[in-house]
């Protein structure tokens, strides 16, 4: 069954360090999306990417968050500054057309120290 | 805003009695509905989805749920769980306006655990 990757599964990162979380979707998938899930807290949205554009973000989505498909094949989520507040399970989520069939990766486990 | 509530934060039961897990929404227009399952260390996997028809959805490993647009309700039922059934479960709801690019809106989860 195809599968979304995630890589690293867990990063460690100094409060004010860039972190790059990154993401290979289902090949044939055209949206994407991050998701976070803060200790204890529920699931949020951040983003939805569709045609090399955001094409939704999420209040949580500042200046300090930024994503990207440099390739045909890599989706990452860049966060420039960390906050101790960033320290999250991030979740990566393709679909092949808009909000249907989401299949989720396994998460990165950001800690902000 | 839509939100989605789970009124349940743990519940414990023992080997083969029957589950229920609430979920709410508060989107009055159509929406998709989805339950995942978060097993300990393991990314969301769906469980089932509501999109239209049938109210009553059945899903993988024994669970449904049923979908009560009169109570924006959209409740997770499984008539006897096991101790792998341990894990934490999410209700999520898409809704269906054409501004939206499918983002789902999720509660904050029901921990379920199974005691063997």
């Known amino acids: 069954e195809p599968e979304v990757t995630q890589t690293p599964s867990h990063q460690v990162t100094q409060m004010g360090q860039e972190v790059i979380l990154r993401c290979v979707p289902i090949s044939n998938h055209l949206y994407f999306y991050w998701y976070r899930q803060i200790l204890g807290q529920k699931v949020e949205f951040l983003v939805s990417?569709?045609?090399?554009?955001?094409?939704?973000k999420s209040e949580i989505f500042d200046d300090q968050f930024s994503v990207e498909r440099p390739d045909g094949s890599n989706f990452t989520l860049k966060i420039r500054s960390t906050k101790l507040e960033d320290s999250a399970m991030y979740f990566c989520?393709?679909?092949?057309?808009?909000?249907?069939?989401?299949?989720f990766g396994s998460g990165t486990r950001l800690t902000v120290v | 805003a839509q939100s989605v509530s789970q009124h349940n934060h743990h519940v414990i039961l023992s080997e083969a009695a029957s589950l229920e897990l609430g979920c709410n929404y508060s989107?009055?227009?159509?929406?998709?509905l989805f339950w995942y399952v978060q097993y300990p260390g393991q990314h969301l996997q769906l469980l089932l989805k509501y999109f239209s028809g049938d109210p009553l959805v059945k899903g993988i490993k024994g669970f449904e749920a049923e979908f009560i647009k009169s109570k924006f309700s959209f409740n997770l039922r499984k008539p006897s769980v096991q101790w792998s059934d341990t894990a934490e479960y999410f209700c999520?709801?898409?809704?269906?306006?054409?501004?939206?690019?499918?983002?789902?809106?999720f509660g904050k989860g029901t921990k379920l655990s199974v005691k063997p």
């Open positions: 989107y009055g227009g159509t929406v998709n």
């Open positions: 989520a393709s679909s092949p057309d808009r909000g249907n069939g989401y299949t």
């Open positions: 999520a709801v898409r809704s269906r306006y054409g501004g939206s690019q499918g983002n789902l809106i």
């Open positions: 990417f569709y045609n090399n554009e955001i094409s939704e």
